[in-house]
C-alpha cells in the first residue's frame, strides 16, 4: 500500500543532522539506502542528496510503524516522523557525517515502492557504464555523482560571480545558426520553412562574440552548450559545454591576466586552494621540443632532450636513416632504470609502436660504459656529451626513438606519461597550469592539399609576420594561446582579425576564393568595414575543468544526462526514427 504525502512537511535533511539535534522532532523524506532486521529491531539508512541517517524501528515505541518497516525495501521512497538520540555508546559510525545520532521513528509512510534495481546505489559498486547509462536516473543517485553535479553549479556560480564583478555581460547567442563547416562536421537542423535550407547547431558562438565586440559591448562571456558532430573519447560529447570570453582593446597579456584571475578564483572559491599566479609560459616551440606536444603536463621531469646535432655523425644505421630523411633523435632519462628487465624495456618498445615508432633504443648508463646496441657506434665524446645533455649518471636508462619528427615527438611524449604514471613520478593532488604561445597560425594538409589553421580561421597573425602571409604562411605565428591544466588544454583563444583586409587574405590562405569567403562569412567580412575594435577571447572546456577538479576520469562523470562513445544516449535511445509525416513536413526524403 503506498500512502499519500498528506500535510507531512519535511523539516530537516537526512545528512543534515547532528549530536546537537538530540530531542528533536524531525520529519525527514528519502530513499531506503539499506535495511537490517535483527529480530526485534529494524534499522534502515535512509538516504537524500544531502546524505544519509539511521532510523530505527523499535516496536516498544511503536508497533504499527515497526510492522509497516518490515515491508521497506532498497529505494523505496518513504516519510518518517520521530526523535532524534545519541547513539549508543560504542555505536558511533565515524564514516558517517550523522554517525554519533540515530532517529527512532514514530511513523512512517511508505510514498512509493521500486522494483529491485539492476545494480546497488553505492559508490563502491563497480557497474559496467552502458549499464549506468541505461539507468541514468538510478546511476545519478550516487553520492560521487551528485558531488560531482554540486560541484559543478558552484563551479557555473563563481564563473558568473567573477565576470560579473569586472563587468562582463553574460549574453546568449543562437541556438539556430549558419553552417560554416571548418573542422568539424557541424549536427544540422532543417528548416520547414525555408525548405531545403538547414540551420547548424553551433560548434561554439566565435562569430557571434565577435560581433558583439563590433557592437561595443566591451567585455562578454557566455556559459553555452555546443555541439560538434566528431568522433568521441573519454573527454568529448556532441554537446558540450564552453566558458566562452571576448574582450575589445586588449593584448594577449591582458587575456592571460584576466583568466588566471579566473582560475585563482575557481580554486579558491570552490576546492579552497590558493593558486600562484602568473602562470609559467612556454612557446610552443619550446613545448613541442621539451615535451613533445603543445599540452604538456609539467608536474613531473622526464624531458624529452633532441640529440640529433651530437650524433650527426653516429655511424648507427637506425640514425643514419632517420637524420638523412629529414628526422629527428630524441630520448629520456629515466633515473634509476637501468634495473628495468629486458621484458620491461620489450614492453615499452611494444608501447611505442602504437604511435609510430619503429624501434625503442634503450642505454643503460654503467661507470664510463654504456650497456646498449649502439655503444660500439658512438664515440667517448658522443656519450659524453650525451650524458651531460640527458644529465644521465651511472644507473639511469637512457630511451632513444629516430625517425620523422611527427612520429618521435608523439612517440617519447607518451612514454614520458606512461612512464611518469607506471613509476609514480605525478603528484597526483598538485595543480599546475602553463600557458603556450606562438603557435603556428597554419599548417599544410597533405591529405586536402591545402594550408588549415591551427586555431581557427578568424585568429590574428603576430603583427611583425603579416607581411610573411602572403608568400610565407607556413612561416607565420599566431596571436593564439592555450591554457593547459596536469596535461589537459583547459581553454584555447587568439586576438582575432580587426581589419578586412587580413581577415580576407588569411581565407585566401585557406583555399576560399572571394566567393566562398563571402557566402560563408560575409556578415562578418561587412562588419568589419563598420569600425571593429581590436578585441581578442579564449573559450573554456567547462565540462573538462569539472572532470579535472572533480578527479573524475570522464566527463561522462560530471553531466547529467550523457551520450555513450557512439554519440547515442542509452536512456532514451536517441538518436530514433521519426515518422513519415514529420519528414513530409519538412520536404525530406530518406535515403536509408
Keep these: 500500500m503506498i500512502d499519500l504525502l498528506g500535510d507531512w512537511k519535511r523539516t530537516d535533511y537526512c545528512g543534515n543532522l547532528r549530536k546537537e539535534d538530540k530531542g528533536r522532532e524531525v520529519t525527514l523524506m528519502g530513499w531506503i539506502q539499506r535495511r537490517r532486521d535483527l529480530g526485534g529491531l529494524i534499522f534502515i539508512e535512509v538516504r537524500d542528496r544531502y546524505g544519509i541517517v539511521q532510523v530505527v524501528f523499535n516496536p516498544e515505541s511503536n508497533h504499527e510503524a515497526h510492522e509497516k518497516a518490515q515491508s521497506l525495501r532498497n529505494e523505496y521512497v518513504v516519510g518518517i516522523r520521530g526523535e532524534v538520540v545519541l547513539r549508543p555508546e560504542g555505536t558511533a559510525n565515524p564514516k558517517l557525517a550523522t554517525g554519533e545520532i540515530e532517529v527512532i521513528a514514530k511513523e512512517i509512510k511508505i510514498l512509493n515502492v521500486s522494483r529491485t534495481p539492476p545494480f546497488l546505489i553505492e559508490d563502491e559498486e563497480k557497474v559496467e557504464e552502458n549499464t549506468r547509462l541505461k539507468y541514468r536516473y538510478l546511476d545519478l543517485r550516487k553520492p560521487s555523482l551528485q558531488s560531482n553535479l554540486i560541484l559543478r553549479h558552484r563551479l557555473a556560480k563563481e564563473v558568473r560571480n567573477y565576470f560579473d564583478g569586472l563587468g562582463f555581460l553574460e549574453v546568449e547567442t543562437p541556438m539556430l545558426t549558419k553552417s560554416t563547416p571548418e573542422g568539424a562536421r557541424d549536427f544540422l537542423v532543417p528548416s520547414r520553412l525555408s525548405p531545403g535550407h538547414f540551420y547548424a547547431l553551433p560548434q561554439s558562438p566565435q562569430l557571434f562574440k565577435q560581433i558583439l565586440m563590433v557592437a561595443g559591448y566591451d567585455r562578454y562571456f557566455q556559459i553555452v552548450r555546443c555541439f560538434r558532430d566528431e568522433d568521441l573519447r573519454s573527454d568529448r560529447q556532441p554537446e558540450f559545454t564552453q566558458i566562452d570570453v571576448e574582450m575589445s582593446f586588449v593584448t594577449v597579456e591582458d587575456i592571460q591576466r584576466t583568466m588566471e584571475g579566473l582560475m585563482a578564483h575557481l580554486f579558491d572559491k570552490v576546492l579552497g586552494i590558493k593558486l600562484k599566479t602568473p602562470f609559467p609560459v612556454l612557446s610552443y616551440d619550446e613545448a613541442m621540443d621539451r615535451y613533445g606536444l603543445d599540452k604538456p603536463d609539467i608536474r613531473f621531469g622526464l624531458e624529452l632532450r633532441d640529440l640529433s646535432k651530437i650524433l650527426s655523425g653516429s655511424t648507427f644505421k637506425v640514425f643514419q636513416e632517420a637524420l638523412s630523411g629529414g628526422g629527428i633523435i630524441k630520448a629520456i632519462n629515466v633515473k634509476g632504470g637501468a634495473t628495468f628487465s629486458r621484458k620491461e624495456i620489450d614492453d615499452l618498445t611494444r608501447f611505442v609502436y602504437d604511435y609510430g615508432a619503429k624501434g625503442l633504443i634503450s642505454a643503460r648508463v654503467g661507470k664510463g660504459e654504456w650497456q646498449s646496441a649502439i655503444q660500439r657506434s658512438i664515440t667517448d665524446e658522443e656519450r659524453k656529451a650525451i650524458e651531460r645533455v640527458m644529465e644521465a649518471s651511472e644507473g639511469d636508462l637512457l630511451l632513444f626513438i629516430a625517425g620523422s619528427s611527427k612520429v618521435v615527438n608523439q612517440s617519447l611524449a607518451n612514454l ?3 612512464l611518469g604514471k607506471r ?33 581557427h580561421p578568424f585568429t590574428a597573425p603576430k603583427d611583425e609576420d603579416i607581411p610573411k602571409l602572403k608568400h610565407c604562411p607556413a612561416e607565420v605565428k599566431a596571436k593564439a594561446y592555450d591554457l593547459v591544466l596536469n596535461g589537459s588544454e583547459i581553454g584555447g583563444g587568439s586576438i582575432r582579425n580587426h581589419i578586412k583586409e587580413v581577415q580576407s587574405l588569411l581565407f585566401e590562405k585557406l583555399g576560399m576564393d572571394e566567393k566562398e569567403a563571402k557566402d560563408r562569412f560575409g556578415f562578418l567580412l561587412e562588419a568589419l568595414e563598420y569600425g571593429t575594435p581590436p578585441h581578442g577571447g579564449i573559450a573554456f572546456g567547462f565540462d573538462r575543468l569539472a572532470m579535472i577538479l572533480s578527479h573524475s576520469e570522464s566527463i561522462r562523470d560530471v553531466i547529467a544526462f550523457p551520450k555513450t562513445q557512439k554519440g547515442t544516449c542509452l536512456m532514451t535511445d536517441a538518436p530514433s526514427k521519426v515518422d513519415g509525416k514529420q519528414l513530409d513536413e519538412l520536404w525530406i526524403r530518406l535515403k536509408v
Excluded at 600557458?435 to 591529405?447: A, C, S
Design 423 to 455: 613509476l609514480g613520478l605525478i603528484p597526483e593532488e598538485e595543480y599546475r597550469f602553463v600557458w603556450i604561445l606562438d603557435f603556428p597560425l597554419l599548417e599544410y594538409d597533405e591529405t586536402e592539399k591545402r594550408y588549415v589553421a591551427v586555431h
Design 416 to 418: 614520458r606519461l606512461h
